[in-house]
């Protein structure tokens, strides 16, 4: 475990001074490549164990800013070497419980969801567990999803890192969106960190299986000829994130694919290109950090855009606030 641990911490870097999924969507929106970070917890629940903080997302998000992403607030404390995490609001929403415990190498995260509709036949609750766990060969997550709705499939996804040497890369992530589906999600990703002296230079490549059901050519899914969609895709990500001064840091993520194989009945080309960019900026002031986003319009027109007489917005999301202690 001290092995794994130590590979895994040394790759961070700036990581401990910004740790919000919204820092992660301006490095390329990939959390796994940034072992360091909150947002791991998610697909690491193990990670839970090396952070204590009180977070609020979203902040600024209201009717009169135009921005109206759901804000939340998340807490995680640790007391007699035990981790406690609680989650409300926004992307928790529906959740009426949403805790996270941890110990050592272990984390388990717990969610119970209340979904209701207008027709009170449509209502239902659904579960959800994650449990992570470090070993000397690796980190692995497992998440399982039990929903309450009669027509709905339980799913287990699962992911897995570890110190791989392979070209230039030092370090390999396996996800299975769902083991238990008919169609099989699969991804791969190597990466490495490479420190530039005042950057932090993520790179990210790897190769993704998706394979798909698709509708019948007559419409009719129950005879058994319904038609698949696989598809092999291609991936890079590159994540910079360099320090402007001792207590603000510009990030700049880019995010490219292309379509390796596809096999349809729809007869689309295979091969096209797709690609883009984030822009993020953090601020750091101790135990308090400050994660936002911002347009690609303020590097297109940035004396309107800072001033207001730019068509594009100079953000369309809310500050992510994270006081760690």
């Known amino acids: 475990m001290k092995n794994v641990t130590k590979i895994l911490t040394a790759v961070v870097l700036c990581a401990a001074l910004f740790a919000s999924q919204q820092r992660v969507d301006a490095l390329g929106g990939n959390a796994a490549l940034w072992p360091g970070d909150e947002a791991n917890i998610a697909a690491f629940p193990a990670q839970v164990n090396n952070h204590s903080y009180l977070q609020v997302k979203e902040v600024g998000t209201d009717a009169d800013t135009g921005l109206t992403d759901g804000g939340s607030v998340s807490l995680v404390t640790q007391k007699d070497g035990t981790t406690w995490g609680f989650n409300y609001g926004g992307d928790y929403a529906d959740d009426w419980m949403s805790m996270h415990w941890g110990n050592g190498d272990i984390g388990v995260m717990v969610g119970l969801q209340s979904t209701t509709g207008a027709d009170p036949a449509d209502d239902h609750s659904d579960f959800s567990v994650s449990y992570g766990q470090v070993f000397g060969f690796g980190e692995l997550g497992a998440h399982l999803g039990v929903p309450g709705a009669d027509d709905a499939d339980p799913t287990l996804g699962v992911d897995f890192r570890r110190a791989t040497s392979a070209f230039l890369f030092d370090n390999m992530v396996v996800s299975v969106d769902d083991l238990m589906a008919?169609?099989?999600?699969?991804?791969?990703?190597?990466?490495?960190?490479?420190?530039?002296?005042?950057?932090?230079?993520?790179?990210?490549?790897?190769?993704h299986y998706n394979a798909t059901a698709a509708a019948a050519s007559d419409g009719d899914d129950t005879n058994g000829d319904e038609t698949h969609v696989g598809t092999i895709v291609q991936t890079a990500t590159i994540g910079v994130e360099a320090n402007m001064t001792d207590w603000a840091t510009l990030r700049l993520g880019y995010n490219w694919s292309h379509e390796l194989t596809c096999d349809n009945v729809t007869g689309d080309a295979c091969g096209e290109n797709s690609d883009g960019f984030a822009l993020g900026l953090g601020f750091n002031w101790g135990g308090l950090t400050a994660d936002y986003s911002i347009s690609s319009s303020l590097l297109q027109d940035p004396i309107g855009t800072i001033t207001g007489y730019s068509a594009g917005a100079l953000t369309d999301h809310g500050i992510t606030l994270t006081y760690s202690f």
Not at 182 to 207: I, K, P, Q, R, Y
Request: proline residues 0%; without cysteine.
């Open 182 to 207: 008919e169609d099989l999600m699969l991804g791969v990703d190597l990466f490495t960190h490479m420190d530039t002296g005042g950057a932090d230079v993520v790179f990210g490549w790897g190769a």
